[in-house]
T-cell receptor
Framework: GAVVSQHPSRVICKSGTSVKIECRSL??????MFWYRQFPKQSLMLMAT?????????EQGVEKDKFLINHASLTLSTLTVTSAHPEDSSFYIC?????????????FGEGSWLTVV | AQKITQTQPGMFVQEKEAVTLDCTYD???????LFWYKQPSSGEMIFLIY??????QNATEGRYSLNFQKARKSANLVISASQLGDSAMYFC????????????FGKGTTLSVSS
């Protein structure tokens, strides 16, 4: 079964509204979670690194006020897309690390398809 | 700079044949890991295989094997006996082994398996 759960899997929202995506680690405590964005037929682009109890570290070019990341507990990180626009429509996927970086300790959520209309 | 390069945007193979997906990497870190993921059209990232930079043997997982050539900084994925269900996008990724670092992905290769 999934060790990282992401919700919702698909969401449609209206322009100007905000949408929240949750990423939960089910079987372990994730000190670090990562948020990626992926456009069709392209690679995963790292948006931010989310550390429990501290502010997220955003990659260059990612607007921190638009993509709000909160990692309030060791099992939950959330990405909120604020004032969404159609160009924010994309596939968003999270991953969680136990921090040790070995081969089987990086887990991905199922991903969330966001469509802004 | 840390970088992963996948030079094959698309690959085509017939069922039951073997196929090699290329991946080269660049890193100055002495310790790192190399991953391959499969991403079907549903979007989920399916972990296939992992190779650590200090692993002496090439990694194998069922029909998947990783041809690790450290001096050449290459980590090609070999899929033996291709199946129709192998059609998907494949990503090679580099993980510097410092705590809390993110995977660095290549651009991916779309594999199409035909009958």
């Amino acid at each position: 079964g999934a060790v990282v759960s992401q919700h919702p899997s698909r969401v449609i929202c209206k322009s100007g509204t905000s949408v929240k995506i949750e990423c939960r680690s089910l079987d372990f405590q994730a000190t670090t979670m990562f948020w990626y964005r992926q456009f069709p037929k392209q690679s995963l682009m790292l948006m931010a690194t989310s550390n429990e109890g501290s502010k997220a570290t955003y990659e260059q070019g990612v607007e921190k006020d638009k993509f709000l990341i909160n990692h309030a507990s060791l099992t939950l990180s959330t990405l909120t897309v604020t004032s969404a626009h159609p160009e924010d429509s994309s596939f968003y996927i999270c991953s969680a690390s136990t921090g040790r970086g070995a081969g089987n300790t990086i887990y991905f959520g199922e991903g969330s398809w966001l469509t802004v209309v | 700079a840390q970088k992963i390069t996948q030079t094959q945007p698309g690959m085509f193979v017939q069922e039951k044949e073997a196929v090699t997906l290329d991946c080269t990497y660049d890193t100055s870190d002495p310790s790192y890991g190399l991953f391959w993921y499969k991403q079907p059209s549903s979007g989920e990232m399916i972990f296939l295989i992992y190779q650590g930079s200090y692993d002496q043997q090439n990694a194998t997982e069922g029909r998947y094997s990783l041809n690790f050539q450290k001096a050449r900084k290459s980590a090609n994925l070999v899929i033996s006996a291709s199946q129709l269900g192998d059609s998907a996008m494949y990503f090679c990724a580099l993980l510097p082994l410092a705590a809390g670092t993110a995977l660095i992905f290549g651009k991916g290769t779309t594999l199409s398996v035909s009958s």
